[in-house]
């Protein structure tokens, strides 16, 4: 489900723009930010003879915040979520935080399907972790 102040459908490009306070909710993610562009294919069920739409790519842009159902935050300018592989490019300053641990540098990847995120430095940028101690209880 998304909502925004605004919403245009363009067809013939195959995208569907939102704008304005955008709130995007799936069963394990929010996505909050100004701006939305979905982009779909078309394709046509052979039993029914009747078109669909598929989400190809979901790009995501000012002040991007996303939150999962099972904790952590990540924070950008622009965020790309490319839907079959399960892949978020967060570009614009990103940062990814979990409890009081964080990374951040140029581009940060989040491959969701495996839990794992890739963080890359360009230039001056590097890439910058904090991981703070935990105590182990017995």
Same mark, same amino acid.
């Given at each position: 489900?998304?909502?925004?102040?605004?919403?245009?459908?363009?067809?013939?490009?195959?995208?569907?723009?939102?704008?304005?306070?955008?709130?995007?909710?799936? +069963?394990?993610?929010?996505? !909050?930010?100004? &701006?939305? /562009? %979905?982009?779909?294919?078309?394709?046509?069920? =052979?039993? @029914?003879?009747?078109?669909?739409?598929?989400?190809?790519?979901?790009?995501?842009?000012?002040?991007?915040?996303?939150?999962?159902?099972?904790?952590?935050?990540?924070?950008?300018?622009?965020?790309?979520?490319?839907?079959? +592989?399960?892949?978020?490019? !967060?570009?614009? &300053?990103? /940062? %990814?935080?979990?409890?009081?641990?964080?990374? =951040?540098? @140029?581009?940060?990847?989040?491959?969701?399907?495996?839990?794992?995120?890739?963080?890359?430095?360009?230039?001056?940028?590097?890439?910058?972790?904090?991981?703070?101690?935990?105590?182990?209880?017995?």
């Amino acid at each position: 489900m998304i909502k925004s102040d605004s919403l245009e459908f363009d067809h013939q490009r195959k995208m569907v723009s939102f704008s304005g306070n955008v709130d995007a909710k799936r +069963e394990d993610w929010t996505i !909050l930010c100004q &701006k939305m /562009v %979905v982009y779909y294919v078309e394709k046509t069920k =052979e039993s @029914t003879q009747k078109e669909s739409m598929k989400i190809e790519k979901i790009v995501a842009k000012g002040d991007v915040r996303i939150t999962r159902q099972s904790g952590g935050l990540a924070r950008a300018e622009e965020a790309t979520y490319y839907w079959d +592989e399960e892949r978020v490019v !967060l570009t614009g &300053k990103p /940062v %990814v935080q979990q409890g009081d641990d964080f990374v =951040e540098g @140029t581009v940060v990847t989040l491959l969701l399907k495996e839990n794992k995120s890739l963080v890359e430095g360009s230039g001056d940028t590097r890439v910058r972790a904090v991981i703070s101690p935990r105590s182990e209880k017995r």
